[in-house]
Each structure stands twice: as structure tokens, then as C-alpha cells.
């Protein structure tokens, strides 16, 4: 486009949603404006960008004319509710729900992976899930190089990726057990600190969770190759920001560790950190606050032909939610794609 556009933050209150306005006064993304909306709890509220304070807005069906990108962080009924009238409106929407991802209208987008993807959309493109995000980074070089067949997953995510509740959850239980004080669950099933939940959305008929099939399905899509088979296993750990992955690849053609070192040390979005003998492996206390996708422990699975682990980690309100949706808006505008090519599509 030939003018700078204007950006609608959409739960611009939220945790996603404040990380989004950072990140794109930090990038310098260039809006000519930034609005930020949220419920009606939070209209007439004051949330800072850069040095600026913006006045958040009610969100309501009329309110994207003039708007040309919309990141939405509202969650997923809000999206669907809203996210039609933003293209209806002639602004492309970039959501970070799953309520568009599987959806075959709504490209499924990590820049680093599958920016070519954007070329078709038609005013609603989709952000992955976090946890599949930190992933399919690490893996797409590794899937062109040698073909991979079968990915094993085990993520261990911050409670940060239940959203402001989840930070003040643990917050709150390490504070009463310190003061003797029983722990209240208001957010979790169970007690999340000095816990482990191996419960992360809710469960389905086949006994995954929504999250772990989520990995699976999103995986496949943004590969855009149905041969490779995934598994997944998603547990809520007490930690506050950074999802960790232990990752089992299976390959068509053998790559060795150090192969995969060199050729992950190259790719973009990834940091190799991986010297085991001097302790130097990722860890979720360490990334946090960072971009990048930190892959170490990476080694040769003995236990099948063809086999990789490796444990990664990456800080699941960035590149999991917020820098990823950002990222997704640069893409566009470098590709001249900050149109909606027609805009019956989501409203009939
Ligand atoms: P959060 O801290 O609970 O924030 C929720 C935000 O949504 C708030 O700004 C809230 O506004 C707004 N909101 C809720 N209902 C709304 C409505 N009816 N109209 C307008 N705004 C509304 O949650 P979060 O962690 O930021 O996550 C937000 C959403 O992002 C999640 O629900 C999820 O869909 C998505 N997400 C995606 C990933 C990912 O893996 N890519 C990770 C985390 C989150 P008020 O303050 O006014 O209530
Ligand atoms: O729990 C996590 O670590 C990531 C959570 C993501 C999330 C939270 C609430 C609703 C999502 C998501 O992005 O998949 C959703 C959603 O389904 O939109």
C-alpha cells in the first residue's frame, strides 16, 4: 500500500494484547496510527504505547472502517463474532485464536515457515497456537532437508499461556503456601504450583486435549503436508513465561546431530544453544523476554532408525502469540497483501 496503515489492537488490555502494542512500538511497525480495543470492562481505560497512552475503545461491529490491519487477542468467540465485520470492512485481520485456524478460507502462518501462504488469503489470516509456533520453526529446515515422517511431543507451558488469570494464579498459590495458607484453585483444576498439569484446554472424545490436537492438526497444515504423522502430549508447569518442548523427530533420509546443528544455526528464527558438557542448553528462565526459537540437547535417538531429540524453548507471549501476529502484519505489507480481495467472503 502506498500509505501508512492504521493498526487496531483487538484485547489490547489483555496479556497478548499489551506484548503486541510493545512489540510494535519496539519494531517501529509503520502505522500512521494504533488504536486499542478491548471489552466494554475496559472502555476509556489508558494503556501506554511507546511514550503515548492510548484510550481503550469498546469493540463493536462498526468500529473497522478505516482500519487496514486488525490484531485480534480476544479470544475466540470474540473473534468469530468479529473478526467477519473487520473484513466485511475492508481490514485484513490477523487473529490469534483457533477460532480460523483450521479453517481452509484463512492461511496458517509462521513468516519464518510459510509466508508464501499469504498470498491467497481473503481478509482473515490465522496465528498457531504457541506451542506449535516454537515447533514447526525448528522443524520446517529439518522436514525440507530430510523429510521428516513422525514428530513425538511432550511440552511443559508457562502458566502465562492461560493469560493474566494464569500469572496471578501461581503468583497467588506461592504466596499462600510460603504464609501456610491453603492454595484456592480458581483458574486450574488442580494446584498449579510446585505442580504439574498434564491438562491444557479441555479434553476430547479421543482422550487428547484440545491443545494437543491443535499441535497436530496446525502442524500438518502449515507444512501443508498430511505424510507427516504427530503426537502430543501438553502439560501446564509452574513456570511464568517460556514454553519448553522435548521433540522426537523420525526422518525419511539420516541426519546426523551435528548436521542438524549447522543447518538450524542457518535458519531464521532459530538459535542453536547447544554445548551440553558446558551446561549450555535452553531453558525457559533464560529466553524469556527474546525472539527467537532456542534449540539445544540435540542428539541422536538410538532407539529407531533415522531418530533426532532435541528440547526447545521459546517465549510463548512472543514469538508463541504476540511478535508471531506482528510479524504476520510486516509480511503483508512487504508483499503488498493489506487488501481484502473480496469481501463477501466471512458475511454472506
Ligand atoms: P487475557 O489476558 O485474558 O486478555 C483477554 C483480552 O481479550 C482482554 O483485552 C479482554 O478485554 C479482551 N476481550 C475479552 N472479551 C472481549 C470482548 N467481548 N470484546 C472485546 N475484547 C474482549 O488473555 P491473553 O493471554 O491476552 O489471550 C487472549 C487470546 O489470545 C486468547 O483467548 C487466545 O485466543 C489467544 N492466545 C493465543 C496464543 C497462541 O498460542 N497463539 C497464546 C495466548 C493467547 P477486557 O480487559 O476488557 O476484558
Ligand atoms: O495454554 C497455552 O499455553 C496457550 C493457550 C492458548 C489459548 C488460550 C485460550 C484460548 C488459545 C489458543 O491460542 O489456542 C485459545 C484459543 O483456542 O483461541
Known amino acids: ?10 484485547g489490547a488490555t489483555g496479556a497478548v494484547g499489551r506484548e503486541m502494542l510493545k512489540i510494535l512500538h519496539a519494531r517501529e511497525f509503520p502505522a500512521v ?3 486499542a480495543f478491548a471489552s466494554a470492562r475496559s472502555a476509556g481505560c489508558k494503556i501506554p504505547f511507546g511514550d503515548e497512552m492510548l484510550t481503550v475503545e469498546e469493540l463493536k461491529e462498526d468500529v473497522f472502517e478505516g482500519i487496514d490491519i486488525a490484531i485480534f487477542s480476544a479470544g475466540g468467540s470474540t473473534s468469530l463474532k468479529f ?10 485481520v490477523v487473529d490469534n485464536s483457533s477460532a480460523w485456524r483450521m479453517d481452509d478460507r484463512c492461511p496458517l502462518v509462521v513468516p519464518e515457515v510459510n509466508p508464501e501462504h499469504l498470498e491467497k488469503h481473503q ?26 515422517r513422525r514428530i513425538v511431543v511432550s511440552t511443559y507451558q508457562a502458566v502465562s499461556g492461560t493469560g493474566q488469570k494464569g500469572i ?45 490436537m491443535k499441535m497436530v492438526n496446525e502442524t500438518v497444515k502449515i507444512f501443508d503436508d498430511p505424510s507427516v504423522k504427530v503426537t502430543a502430549t501438553c502439560a501446564r508447569v509452574p513456570v511464568f513465561y517460556g514454553h519448553s518442548e522435548s521433540v522426537n523427530v523420525q526422518t525419511e533420509k539420516k541426519m546426523t546431530p551435528k548436521e542438524a546443528r549447522i543447518l538450524l544455526s542457518r535458519s531464521l528464527g532459530v538459535v542453536v544453544y547447544d554445548n551440553p558438557r558446558n551446561n549450555m542448553y535452553p ?5 524469556a ?21 532435541m528440547w526447545i524453548v521459546a517465549d510463548n507471549v512472543r514469538k508463541g502469540a504476540a511478535l508471531n501476529a506482528v510479524q504476520i502484519a510486516e509480511e503483508l505489507l512487504t508483499r503488498d497483501l493489506v487488501r481484502v480481495p473480496d469481501k463477501t467472503v466471512f458475511i454472506q
Open 1 to 10: 500500500m502506498s500509505r501508512e496503515p492504521t493498526v487496531a489492537v483487538v
Open 33 to 35: 496510527r494504533v488504536l
Open 83 to 92: 473478526s467477519p465485520h473487520a473484513a466485511n470492512a475492508g481490514c485484513v
Open 123 to 148: 481478509g482473515i489470516i490465522a496465528n498457531p497456537n504457541c506451542s506449535t509456533i516454537q515447533m514447526v520453526v525448528v522443524l520446517k529446515p529439518i522436514h525440507d532437508a530430510v523429510r521428516i
Open 168 to 212: 496471578e494464579e501461581l503468583e497467588r498459590q506461592v504466596r499462600d503456601l510460603f504464609n501456610g495458607r491453603e492454595p484456592e484453585n480458581k483458574v486450574y483444576p488442580f494446584r498449579i504450583a510446585f505442580n504439574i498439569l498434564p491438562h491444557i484446554d479441555v479434553f476430547l472424545e479421543n482422550d487428547y486435549t484440545k491443545e494437543e
Open 283 to 287: 531453558l525457559p528462565g533464560m529466553h
Open 289 to 309: 523476554g527474546e525472539d527467537s526459537a532456542f534449540v539445544g540437547r540435540i542428539r541422536e535417538d538410538e532407539s529407531i532408525e533415522n531418530g533426532l531429540n
